[in-house]
């Protein structure tokens, strides 16, 4: 199976558990606890990827970045989106450096915050 077809899988079995029995389903259980356990799981498994990584062991790293990307799915599901708004992003993203969209931020959090010193402006405040 290929990437896509991969995570396609995952996000159709995943919105299935919707509905499902807690006490048989893994993904039904995190979903009916809601938002502070889906939230957390996910912060405890990027904890685990970084250990991973730290480790310098393959086999780990993968396993963790699977739980990782598993938990983000969940997560994604419990906010009714779908893994193609990410792709979505990430497409609309292509070709564009990360320096140069920092750098156009940083200009217009410059300009912004220039506006709001500027002498014309005093008398908003
Ligand atoms: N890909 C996964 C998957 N990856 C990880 N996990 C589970 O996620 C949990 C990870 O938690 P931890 O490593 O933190 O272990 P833990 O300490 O036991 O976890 P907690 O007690 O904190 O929940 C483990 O129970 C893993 O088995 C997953 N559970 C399910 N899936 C997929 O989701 C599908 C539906 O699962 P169910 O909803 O259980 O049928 C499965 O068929 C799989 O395709």
Partial sequence: MNTADVMKQLEAVIDSRREADPNVSYVARLLNKGEDTVLKKIGEEATEVVIAAKSH???KIIYETADLVF???????HYNLSFDDIAGELARREGLSGLVEKAARVDSLDESSSAEL?????NDA
């Fill in 57 to 59: 062991d393959t086999e």
């Fill in 71 to 77: 938990h983000t799915m969940v997560m994604l599901a």
């Fill in 118 to 122: 500027h002498p014309s402006r005093l």
